[in-house]
């Protein structure tokens, strides 16, 4: 799991600056059958991201703060805030090592983001108090909004889910603008926005969600279900490595 620089003035009491993760990715993991354990950012040639992947059977990139503008060819909106080209150099990284080694990805929220860049597609950087857009949540801890997808039948996202329809906690402000050529929008929500990302391959288990299914899980088992998945997936490809 890819862990998030927190500065010390975030944390009450605090002189000292962390990395950490909220413990509802270990947690969902955990029930899943998988063991979490998280990545600090740093610099990372691909030799070196290759070597710290095939330590791993999965890898899931987080939600976070926003994507790096720059990476997309635009200038950063009065909005867009936190961004570190640092901390998406490390996850691309690790995304393309793990893509290469054909290691199962879960994707989170700024996570499907990254992999729509990293591709070559577009962000809307702000997409609160659009015409027709509904409230996709606060980010930074400002509160979530439950929003409804519907999922593509026949997709490893669907396959994951046990199910067409979901509905998911987002905590976000920004959203895919143009998708990528060789990802597939395998969710939308009723507002049109992309809550699911798929590579048109299909040949490894990658996939990602725009929403928080670690934020839900404990109480919705279709969320539970895509954590449950995932470890699934990285066991399957452990024991093919293995025989």
């Known amino acids: 799991m890819t862990g998030r620089p927190i500065a010390a003035e975030r944390l009450t009491g605090s002189n000292e600056n962390y990395v950490g993760l909220p413990a509802d990715y270990h947690a969902e993991l955990a029930a899943g059958g ?20 095939a330590r791993f059977d999965g890898l899931v990139l987080t939600g976070g703060e926003d994507v790096d503008p720059a990476l997309y060819g ?5 909005e867009t805030y936190g961004h570190d080209g640092g901390i998406d150099r490390f996850e691309e990284a690790l995304y393309r090592a793990a893509r290469r080694r054909g290691v199962p990805v ?7 983001q990254l992999l729509n860049v990293v ?13 027709g857009r509904l409230l996709h949540g606060i980010p930074m801890g400002g509160g979530g909004s439950e929003i409804g997808a519907s999922v593509e039948p026949g ?24 998708v990528a050529d060789d990802l597939r929008v395998v969710a939308r929500a009723p507002d049109g926005t992309v ?22 899980s404990a109480s919705d088992p279709v969320q ?20």
Do not use: K, N, Y
């Open 119 to 131: 591709h070559g597609g577009t962000l809307s950087q702000h997409i609160v108090g659009e015409p």
């Open 34 to 53: 998988a063991l979490g354990v998280m990545l600090s950012p740093r610099a990372l040639p691909d030799e070196e991201a290759d070597a710290v992947v």
């Open 155 to 178: 997709s490893r996202l669907a396959e994951a889910l046990g199910r067409v329809e979901a509905v998911g906690v987002c905590h976000h402000h920004q959203a895919v603008d143009r």
């Open 106 to 112: 879960l994707a989170i929220c700024r996570g499907l």
């Open 195 to 216: 809550e699911g990302l798929e590579p048109v391959d299909g040949d490894d288990w990658v996939v990602a969600v725009q929403w928080h299914p670690e934020d839900s």
């Open 224 to 243: 539970r279900a895509l954590f449950t998945a995932f470890a699934q997936a990285c066991r399957e490809r452990s024991g093919v490595l293995e025989g």
């Open 74 to 78: 635009q200038e950063a909106v009065p």
